[in-house]
């Protein structure tokens, strides 16, 4: 009992500070409100209002009809324009993309030829420009093949394909991008917050003060772990309802119960990792390259941006041993496809064990610490 009192005030301890720290304060409100809006919704990857140039050279049925299947949302209605006026209009940023249409296009494709239509596409916009061109392929041939239908028969296929997709049917990118947004912060805030209160408590000379405490290395890590993991569970659960749901509209699937439940188990194998880097580093500049070498192998490889099939083997393998492989895995199941315990057990089981695994040996290295300290 007296331990667990000592834990509990040395997190209360933490807390204030954290309190007291405006600047850190501050940045962790922008990572779990501005930072998810911002992120979820910067970068589009979807094509919406494209600026769409066409030089009809053709003047034909045919290239009316290819230019009257350009509309919104995907792109502004076409504007018609000679072609001297193509290279202006693209490197004014005008137009991102203009078809040209040759003469005699009609024919060609009446009488089987294979036509070629020349798009010139604006590739400094870069998301655009890779998607629009594969929208205007598919709405030219899809345009082409309606207007051959009055001149040859329908052409039926024996398999006919039917997509269905269960979450976001739109392929919204911010659905995605704001519930990975809130994964990957809470990893990196938990990481920064713990490893950050040990460098702050070695700068202010207020670990000496807890060494002559009658206190355990162990009581001491314990309680910047529950304060830490405290902050960003809080965190992370408010912007999930208020700018996930609320703010963006993102529907979640499963459980949020679930998902903060496997979140707290996660933020004890990141704290543990925050306080083993902190006792590393020496100073904040010296913690933060840590965070740079550490974060980035941790987020990236760990299936919420790159899938974990499309990387080598080995790489597979090696990031089995980390917990953001198996929390982004857990927390996709959950958010993204409605997952109950029992289809993420194993997940949430490995999340347990390698923090415990983490815990160890941040202890450790903290008691190493501590010991050279007073020496």
Sequence with gaps: MPGIKNIFHLGAKELRSLWHDKVLFLFVIWVFSGGIYTAATA???????????????DRSQLSGRIIDSFYGPYFKTPERIEQTQVDPGLDSGLYTFVMVIPYGFEKDVIEGRQPEIQVNIDATRMSQAFIGAGYINSITLSAIGEFLKG????????????????????????????????????????IILTGAA?????????????????????????????????????????????????VLGVPIAGSVVLFLVGTAFHLFSTTSIGIFLGTLARSMPQLGLLMILVLLPLQILSGGITPRESMPQIVQMVMQFAPTTHFVAFA????????????????????????SVFFIIALLRFRKSITLTQV
């Design 332 to 355: 996709q199941a959950i958010l993204y496809r409605g997952a109950g315990l029992e289809a993420v057990w194993l997940n949430l089981i490995a999340i347990i064990a390698i923090g």
């Design 151 to 190: 001149y040859r028969g329908d052409v039926v296929s024996a398999i006919k394909q039917q997509i269905c997709i269960k979450f976001n049917p739109n392929l919204t990118s911010y659905w995605f991008g704001s519930v990975m947004e809130i994964i990957n912060n809470i990893t990196m805030l938990s």
């Design 198 to 246: 040990l460098i702050r408590e070695r700068e202010h000379g207020t670990i000496e003060h807890l060494l002559v405490m009658p206190l355990t290395p162990l009581e001491i890590m314990a309680a910047k772990v529950w304060s830490s993991g405290l902050v960003v569970l809080t965190g992370a659960g408010l912007s999930l309802w208020l700018i996930v749901q609320k």
């Design 43 to 57: 970068t589009s990857q979807e094509l919406h209002n494209a600026p769409l140039a066409i030089v009809d050279e």
